[in-house]
């Protein structure tokens, strides 16, 4: 049953593509009157929708004592989910830049014109940092050469953390770009939080100047 658990390793990201595809096919090929921006970034906002949902379904009864056999399973691959993660994110900014300078969409009011970025942007956010907290779970359960798993961060109570301790791990660096109360003990994970860092202070500093300029732009 090898193919089941390829299956259900992937499920989020194939829930996710089927989605998001086949929203931005029928709306390719309806008469909707959406600019071709626009379907991309419905079609995006539907995928990551659907990918956050099916996480969540995966991880909300997870406990810590499955989480060795559970991070393996559901982590789509290191370096894969970090390059659609950035790539997707930095995609997803650009297109929400280009649409503020754009013309309102036939139908669309300037409300929820704004009220769509603003969505975009925040399931953008949240997909990443989702992604991150997935990446750092699979690398602290992992198998170490010495037997046991590799670990890596030192999560305060002594108690073995479960997904949603990686959550917050994941949310702290998004919100603040440190780590807060979690120590870091080996120098893979090291790296990968300096990149997260670094993507989530780029991140919410361009959402900034999208809300200054969103703001502006209603009072225009």
């Not at 993660?85 to 929820?112: D, H, Y």
């Not at 440190?178 to 120098?187: E, G, M, P, R």
């Amino acid at each position: 049953m090898n193919w089941l658990r390829a299956f259900w390793r992937h499920t989020p990201l194939v829930f996710a593509l089927t989605a998001g595809l086949g929203l931005g096919v029928t709306l390719a090929l309806t008469d909707n009157g959406f600019a071709a921006l626009t379907r991309t970034l419905m079609a995006w906002d539907v995928a990551v929708g659907v990918y956050l949902g099916m996480v969540w379904l995966q991880t909300r009864s997870v406990t810590s004592q499955r989480m060795i056999e559970h991070a393996a399973r559901v982590d789509e691959g290191r370096y894969f989910v970090l390059f659609v993660s950035i790539g997707g994110v930095l995609a997803s900014l650009t297109a929400i830049i280009l649409e503020l300078q754009a013309k309102l969409e036939p139908g669309m009011s300037k409300s929820a014109h704004v009220a769509f970025v603003f969505l975009t942007v925040a399931l953008s956010w949240l997909f990443v940092h989702t992604s991150f907290a997935k990446h750092y779970a699979h690398d602290f359960y992992g198998p170490a050469e010495g037997g046991g798993v590799r670990g890596g961060l030192i999560f305060p109570g002594g108690e073995e953390p479960d997904f949603s301790d990686f959550m917050h791990f994941a949310l702290v660096i998004g919100v603040a770009a440190q780590t807060a109360d979690v120590q870091i003990s080996a120098k893979p994970i090291r790296r990968i939080v300096t990149l997260h860092g670094i993507l989530a202070f780029v991140f919410n500093t361009v959402i900034l100047a999208l809300t200054i300029n969103l703001a502006a732009g209603l009072f225009n």
